[in-house]
């Protein structure tokens, strides 16, 4: 198994422009997260799909950011216009009701210039 | 009520060493605890977890101790490694942690040769 594959791993751009952030969950898990993660912020929940409905985006930290998942093998999570701000790494966890542990892909670091 | 509080956010240990990390919740309604570790540039994997029906896991040097009462649960390390160099997460869910999952701040363990 390829595990959680996100891409691209950085992405580097202006602030202003919009960001596409891509996930592919592990085959057959039902549950899919993303998190953001920063120094002073620690790892944070912003969103996340049950069967790619999204449950729980209480942590999206505005109108700017969004999340989709058109299916079971993809999301993205989209800033749109970006900010200095919103640098950081940006993390997809994939996880089954079964198994209960959240699969973490290698994240994709985010540098808004 | 959601958050976890981790601690120390850096610990410095001799080779052979036991490493403590602390972490402390308040939402008695979480019912799964597992601890993560990351390794710079990489996403945190799932290291040990525990439920709250048993106050001690024990895998290989890794052991998760777990208070109930006073809320609190840690991870000790055996014999620490310098591999065991790496940033450790606690974190809490309810649901038998197959869904949202919340974390501590994160503890930066260096274990010195």
């Known amino acids: 198994d390829a595990g959680v594959i996100q891409s691209p791993r950085h992405e580097v751009t202006e602030m202003g422009q919009e960001v596409t952030l891509r996930c592919k969950p592990i085959?057959?898990?039902?549950?899919l997260f993303w998190y953001r993660q920063t120094m002073m912020r620690g790892l944070e929940l912003l969103i996340y799909f049950n069967n790619n409905v999204p449950i729980d985006d209480s942590g999206m930290p505005e109108d700017r950011f969004s999340a989709k998942m058109p299916n079971a093998s993809f999301s993205t999570l989209k800033i749109q216009p970006s900010e200095p701000r919103d640098s950081a790494v940006y993390f997809c966890?994939?996880?089954?009701?079964?198994?209960?542990?959240?699969?973490f892909g290698p994240g994709t670091r985010l540098t808004v210039t | 009520q959601q958050q976890v509080k981790q601690s120390p956010q850096s610990l410095i240990v001799q080779k052979g060493g036991i490493s403590i990390i602390n972490c402390a919740y308040e939402n008695t309604a979480f019912d799964y605890f597992p601890w993560y570790q990351q390794f710079p540039g990489k996403g945190p994997a799932l290291l040990i977890a525990?439920?709250?029906?048993?106050s001690e896991k024990k895998e290989g040097r890794f052991t998760i101790s777990f208070n109930k009462s006073a809320k609190q649960f840690s991870l000790h390390i055996m014999d620490s490694q310098p591999g065991d160099s790496a940033t450790y997460f606690c974190a809490a869910s309810t649901q038998g942690g197959s869904e949202k999952l919340v974390f501590g701040k994160g503890t930066k363990l260096t274990v010195n040769p």
């Open positions: 966890a994939s996880s089954s009701l079964r198994a209960y542990e959240q699969y």
């Open positions: 085959s057959g898990h039902d549950y």
């Open positions: 525990i439920r709250p029906d048993v």
